[in-house]
Every structure is written in C-alpha cells, then in structure tokens.
C-alpha cells in the first residue's frame, strides 16, 4: 500500500476515507482534520485560552498535542482520582506529567481529589453509593471539577478527548432509548448558556479511536494503555463493539451515523426538544448552576448536609430562570 500523497509506503490504511497514507502525511492529515473540526463547529479561536482535560489515555494527550501543534493556548488538568486498582490513576498521572514536563509552554494543572475532599473515589462510591455505580459517581465529580476550574482560571472551553467511537456509542444508546433530552444536547459543543457554565468542546467527535492511537503511536506519545478497571463490561464497550462490528462490514458507517445525524439537526430535519429544563441556581455551597434545590449533587456528596442545613439554604435561595 501507498501513501496517496507521495507514493512512499504507506503505514496507515483508512478504509472508511478510501486514503492510505506514510507517517508524515498521516500526521499532516490528523492535525489538519482537527483544525478543521475546531473551525466547522466553531468550537474556540486562536487567543482563546483552552483548558484540556488530560487522562493519561491516547485521545487526551494527542489532543493536547495537536492543540499546542497548532499554536492554541493549550493549559492541561489531570483528576487524580485515587483509583489504586492496577495502579491506575498514579501510572495515568505519570504519564500526564512526563507529557507537560516535554511542555514548558503549558501549564498542568493537578486536581487531588482525595487531598482536597478527603476520599477517593472508591472510597466515595464504597460510602456513598455502597460500592455501586462507580462510573457515574466518577462523571459526576470530574464534570464538577472540570467546570471549577474553567470556570476560576478563566478558561473560554474545557476541551475533552472524546472520539467517534465515543460518540457514536453514546449516540446509539441514546437511540436505543429514544433519550431526546440526550439527543437534543449531544454534539461537538455544548454552549455555555448559564452563567458559571463552562462551555465544553470534542475537537476529536470525526477522528476514529484507531486513528488517534496511531497519531499517538506515530508521535511517540506514552500514555495509559488500560482502560479504567471499572468501564470494564460496560454498555458504552458493548455499543463500541457492536458498532466495530458493522465497520468492518460497510467501512464508514461509524462515521456516517454520527455525522448525519448532527446534520439532520442542524437542518431541521429532525428536532429533539429538550425537556422542559427545570429552573437552575447557584449551589448554595460551590455556586455552579444546579437544579438540586440548595447543595449541588457533588456538594450533597461531599459536604453532607444535615435536613437543617438544606432547609437552612433553601430560605436564602434565590431561582433564577434557564435562559
Ligand atoms: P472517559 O469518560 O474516560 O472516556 O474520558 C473522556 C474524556 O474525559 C477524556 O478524553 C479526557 O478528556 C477526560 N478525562 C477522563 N478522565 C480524566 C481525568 N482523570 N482527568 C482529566 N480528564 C479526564
Ligand atoms: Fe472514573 Fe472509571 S474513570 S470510574
Ligand atoms: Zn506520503
Ligand atoms: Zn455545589
């Protein structure tokens, strides 16, 4: 096989583009297909400062590459999730640090979750939730986090490494159950439309995972191979399967499910509306918009309050309308 470019031996093969390429057109591709994706959506511009939300996992530091490639103001945060399992979360901070320190002109933020909120994760789950769910606790306070920091720093977008695969499972699931709350809101973007909002962007929601973990490959970037111990058997890897499945046999469907599907909306030929959005205010502790009445959900988990504490909060609370 040829490089289409160039006509050197190509090293990567992409069915679903009908494009072979050698490794230095790949990269000149994956960097300029981001670029593009970034403009498309018109996700941020050049003097915009980008928060990137790093994992340790190939799609979140090439992501962090590319931008800092590309000449974005690119700073990194890492959730130090206290996930001791495998080593998993020291071995990903490892890896994220070894990145920024190769990255004097970025600034890497650490996140402890533990040292600031005096459990782990595991442990929040084994406390809070007996043990269950561990994943949705876990997105519930890394969005949390993630906010925060955008939020204080400054930060236009929190940019997330999510891929096609990703998106395309998360699609499919959502149309599994017909979730049009879900459907209305899932995209490249999600705006900031309330204030202490972060607006978060997927510069990687048209790149296959195979092709990020070749850029990551072919850039010599070290990174986590392991998923999290607790994603193993989840739906969202069933989705991911099934969906390869139908790849292998019609190359491109992954990509076609998920792009036509943010066209038919864009278009109008399909509208979801979203559920009528019950009035959101500022946490009573943290002040990020929630529609919990008084304390957040991360807070109510964290903090704990007593029924007199949030019936306390609750006298001073102040709805404001969903814009
Ligand atoms: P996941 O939900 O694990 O598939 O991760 C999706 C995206 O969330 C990744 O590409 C990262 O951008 C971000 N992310 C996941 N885990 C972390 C973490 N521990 N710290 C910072 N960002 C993370
Ligand atoms: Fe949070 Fe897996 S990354 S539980
Ligand atoms: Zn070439
Ligand atoms: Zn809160």
């Known amino acids: 096989m040829r490089c289409r470019k160039c006509g050197k031996e190509a090293?990567?093969?992409m069915r679903q583009h009908k494009l072979a390429l050698c490794r230095d057109h790949y990269i000149e591709w994956f960097v300029e297909r981001t670029e593009k994706t970034i403009r498309l959506y018109k996700m941020f511009r050049r003097e915009d400062k980008i928060l990137v939300a790093v994992s340790g996992g190939k799609d979140s530091l090439s992501l962090w590459d590319v931008l800092l490639r590309l000449g974005y103001k690119a700073d990194g945060m890492y959730i130090n999730l206290g996930i001791e399992h495998q080593g998993y979360s020291q071995v990903s901070l490892e890896k994220v640090k070894q990145f920024a320190?190769?990255?004097p002109e970025a600034e890497l933020h650490i996140v402890d979750i533990k040292a600031l909120y005096g459990r782990s994760i595991p442990e929040f789950a084994r406390e809070s939730w007996r043990g269950q769910r561990v994943c949705a606790l876990c997105g519930l306070?890394?969005?949390h986090e993630m906010n925060r920091l955008a939020i204080e720093g400054g930060y236009y977008a929190i940019a997330t490494g999510h891929n096609l695969d990703d998106e395309a499972a998360a699609l499919l699931g959502n149309v599994l159950r017909w979730q049009t709350g879900y459907l209305a809101r899932q995209g490249p973007v999600l705006p900031?439309?309330?204030?202490g909002l972060?607006?978060?962007v997927k510069p990687f929601c048209r790149m296959y995972?195979?092709?990020t973990a070749a850029y990551a490959l072919l850039m010599g970037i070290d990174y986590i191979y392991d998923e999290c111990p607790y994603a193993v058997g989840s739906t969202s890897i069933f989705y991911k399967n099934l969906l390869n499945q139908l790849e292998r046999n019609s190359p491109g469907s992954k990509l076609s499910f998920y792009l036509s599907f943010l066209q038919a909306k864009e278009e109008g030929r399909v509208r979801f509306k979203?559920?009528?959005a019950p009035p959101l205010h500022a946490c009573q502790r943290c002040g990020q918009p929630t529609t919990a009445p008084?304390?957040?959900a991360f807070c109510r988990l964290v903090y704990k309050p007593s029924k007199e504490e949030v019936e306390a909060a609750l006298e001073g609370s102040t709805d404001v309308e969903f814009a």
């Open 141 to 143: 306070v890394k969005r």
């Open 274 to 276: 979203e559920e009528e």
């Open 209 to 211: 995972e195979r092709e």
């Open 294 to 296: 008084g304390y957040c």
């Open 192 to 195: 900031s439309d309330y204030p």
């Open 101 to 103: 320190s190769a990255h």
């Open 198 to 200: 972060a607006r978060k």
């Open 11 to 13: 090293v990567m093969n």
